[in-house]
């Protein structure tokens, strides 16, 4: 939210006071004077007025996981083990899930308590592009990757999917790149060819790959250079 709401937001303040207080340059966030009231300070932030502390700020947390099958993408389940299970760290329940993966789907995914950054990579219309390697019941056809460039029709969703890149590694095997995510997006594609995935696996999401140390269940905290690239 912006300073100056948060400022107005707490009781002591009017909408007036924060103007006068910012126009002082009695403000401090993560350490740095803000003049503007419309700075956008998050949870994460660190806000001073002179030397008093009005928000101390949460740490924000990013881990990139290996998920292997037979876990849920979720918080809690009441059959299956979750990727949550899989995290030996505190207040979990503060973490949320970047970008679901199916049941029997493996790969890349990101936990993380910020949800700005998390969206800026899942959103459907995110565009970054998420890589999978698929594996399929039946040959693939050379004609995919041209059905798949074009765009497919949802009719559920009533909308065309975006140009997608299939690269065919062999009859069974092949590299998929989509650009946005919708729901069981690539089963769906495959599934239109009559052409059952029987292995699915995600490498990479928009700049970040999956770490090729971690093994199925493992997980580690992303490096600044991760973070900063979404
Ligand atoms: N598309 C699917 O069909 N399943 C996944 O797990 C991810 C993308």
Same mark, same amino acid.
């Given at each position: 939210m912006r300073l100056d709401?948060?400022?107005?937001?707490?009781? *002591?303040?009017?909408?007036?006071?924060? *103007? #006068?207080?910012l126009a002082a340059g009695r403000l401090r966030v993560d350490g740095a004077t803000v003049r503007d009231g419309r700075f956008e300070? $998050?949870?994460?932030?660190? %806000?001073?007025?002179?030397?008093? #502390?009005?928000?101390? &700020?949460?740490?924000?947390?990013y881990f990139m996981l290996h998920k292997p099958a037979g876990v849920v993408s979720a918080t809690a389940h009441p059959e299956h083990r979750t990727v949550l299970d899989l995290l030996d760290e505190p207040d979990k329940h503060e973490l949320h899930i970047g970008g679901r993966l199916d049941l029997n789907s493996t790969g890349l995914l990101l936990v993380t308590n910020d949800g700005l950054w998390s969206r800026r990579l899942t959103e459907p219309r995110s565009r970054q592009g998420k890589v999978y390697r698929v594996t399929t019941e039946q040959p693939i056809g050379a004609e995919y990757v041209e059905v798949f460039a074009r765009g497919m029709y949802f009719a559920y969703e009533d909308l065309t999917t975006l140009p997608a890149e299939l690269r065919i590694l062999d009859a069974h095997n092949a590299l998929l790149t989509l650009h946005e995510g919708r729901y069981h997006q690539v089963k769906r594609m495959f599934g239109h060819f009559r052409n059952r995935? %029987?292995?699915?696996? $995600?490498?990479?999401? &928009?700049?970040? *790959?999956?770490d090729p140390e971690l093994a199925p269940g493992q997980y580690r905290a992303l490096h600044a250079e991760e973070i900063a690239a979404v």
């Open positions: 709401r948060f400022l107005s937001n707490l009781p *002591r303040f009017s909408r007036a006071d924060a *103007r #006068l207080l300070v $998050r949870e994460f932030s660190r %806000i001073e007025l002179d030397d008093e #502390l009005l928000q101390a &700020g949460k740490p924000a947390r995935v %029987i292995g699915l696996h $995600r490498e990479r999401m &928009g700049p970040l *790959r999956l």
